[in-house]
């Protein structure tokens, strides 16, 4: 059994080591102080949920953060932000929650409030843009789209979510947890071929590529300092 134990316990060290260092220390020496942004996203998440499904509030949310690709584009940009704490409403809201706290928690520990906030953004903007772009296609290519997916409410939290594990895996060199959050998107993609599972691969390329754009700054910057490395630094 040990043969077997052992390795896995070296590996998962490993892979996850100086990322649970981080937040462990975090959240030792701040508590709940360390992901208040966390917190009040949560809160925000199940307030828009609770206030969607009263008759009153139906139309209040739908108008401040509610994007489908039928839409003016000046008008989606302009409800994005609000749109990633919108969950949709055929998801159970516990499982967005869950995805929030724990993924948009670790994002703030270990990248900053600003870098979380802007990578939640890029992401979602980026599968927003590729929804439009999907549709036009049509459904006549492995990326393309039905013309009835502009009705369908964009991915809420979602491709925020993945998009800030996609970058939280590639800074902390969790290269294993990395492919396997890629993969299983693309999985899900060929499973259940609908507009939120090709949303997911849009926000992972427009994350991949801020990847290399900052490794390359990092390179660049190595150079000048004469470090001459180009590794991405592991830091809170």
Request: proline share 5%; hydrophobic share 55%; glycine share 10%.
């Amino acid at each position: 059994m040990d043969i077997i134990v052992g390795p896995l316990v070296r590996w998962a060290r490993a892979e996850w080591g100086a990322l649970y260092a981080t937040v462990r220390a975090a959240l030792r020496r701040s508590g709940w102080r360390a992901i208040a942004m966390t917190l009040g996203a949560v809160l925000l998440t199940a307030v828009l949920y609770v206030v969607h499904q009263q008759s009153w509030g139906h139309d209040f949310v739908e108008d401040v953060g509610a994007v489908r690709a039928d839409e003016p584009l000046w008008l989606a940009l302009l409800r994005t932000p609000l749109s990633l704490f919108v969950p949709a409403l055929d998801l159970p809201v516990w499982g967005a929650l869950a995805q929030i706290l724990i993924m948009f928690g670790i994002a703030e520990i270990c990248l900053g409030r600003g870098l979380t906030l802007a990578l939640a953004y890029a992401a979602t903007v980026a599968g927003t843009l590729y929804a439009r772009i999907g549709i036009a296609v049509g459904p006549g290519g492995p990326f393309g789209l039905p013309a009835s997916d502009a009705q369908v409410l964009d991915t809420g939290p979602s491709a925020a979510v993945v998009g800030l594990a996609v970058y939280v895996a590639w800074r902390y060199r969790a290269y294993v947890t990395l492919a396997l959050v890629i993969v299983a998107m693309a999985g899900e993609m060929l499973i259940k071929d609908n507009m939120a599972g090709k949303e997911h691969l849009a926000a992972i390329a427009v994350t991949l590529v801020l990847c290399a754009l900052s490794a390359l700054r990092q390179r660049r910057s190595g150079a000048r300092s004469g470090t001459g490395s180009g590794a991405p630094p592991i830091q809170s």
